[in-house]
T-cell receptor
């Protein structure tokens, strides 16, 4: 069965600090997708990244970076020089059967990130 | 492209009434749509998967007679909460799988409050 664990329930840092959100996953599939979503107070999910299990290259997008390590089943997310606008709940998610219409996205419990001015 | 809308965005109803929530893919065809429920300060939990023209598949513990799902076309799925009770108050989010691409897109959510 697939499972996503986000052990950090809440994180609070001062603005401009770097912060890493941890994500560990379980799956029996060899082909899967991993995701990160941001959910601000409005509730609407904001897509951040999708990573294919075949691609273990780390990715950087502005202040955001992601570290995918298959050996430890982790897909961690780092925000560099955090800003108050980064305050939100962040979800890590997993999708198996990626070529099937039955493919569904399973979410972790989320990490609530607060950036203090 | 790849926009998913939900209507209404917010609804308040009395206990015992039924509420219908629409999920539309505006610029793509969605053979599969998914319905999630999110209670305050909790994660998104998948309720059911609906395929166009066929019956929905419900996750364990979700009452199919209470949460009626209809996926009548490639751009529209509806979730009807029948005989709603205060414990059904939640944030309901749909997602749609693009038929042409291997991607899912989420709607903005519907906040249901049952008094």
């Amino acid at each position: 069965a697939q499972k996503v664990t986000q052990a950090q329930t809440e994180i609070s840092v001062v603005e401009k600090e770097d912060v890493t959100l941890d994500c560990v996953y379980e799956t029996r599939d060899t082909t899967y997708y991993l995701f990160w979503y941001k959910q601000p107070p409005s509730g609407e999910l904001v897509f951040l990244i999708r990573r294919n299990s075949f691609d273990e290259q780390n990715e950087i997008s502005g202040r955001y970076s992601w570290n995918f390590q298959k050996s430890t089943s982790s897909f961690n997310f780092t925000i560099t020089a955090s800003q108050v606008v980064d305050s939100a709940v962040y979800f890590c998610a997993l999708s198996e059967l990626i070529y099937s219409s039955a493919s569904k996205i399973i979410f972790g419990s989320g990490t609530r990130l607060s950036i203090r001015p | 492209g790849a926009v998913v809308s939900q209507h209404p965005s917010r609804v308040i109803c009395k206990s015992g009434t039924s509420v219908k929530i629409e999920c539309r893919s505006l610029d793509f065809q969605a053979t599969t749509m998914f319905w999630y429920r999110q209670f305050p300060k909790q994660s998104l939990m998948l309720m059911a998967t609906s395929n166009e023209g066929s019956k929905a598949t419900y996750e364990q513990g979700v009452e199919k007679d209470k949460f009626l799902i209809n996926h009548a076309s490639l751009t529209l799925s509806t979730l009807t909460v029948t005989s709603a009770h205060p414990e059904d108050s939640s944030f309901y989010i749909c997602s749609a799988r693009d038929r042409g691409r291997n991607e899912q897109f989420f709607g903005p959510g519907t906040r249901l409050t049952v008094l």
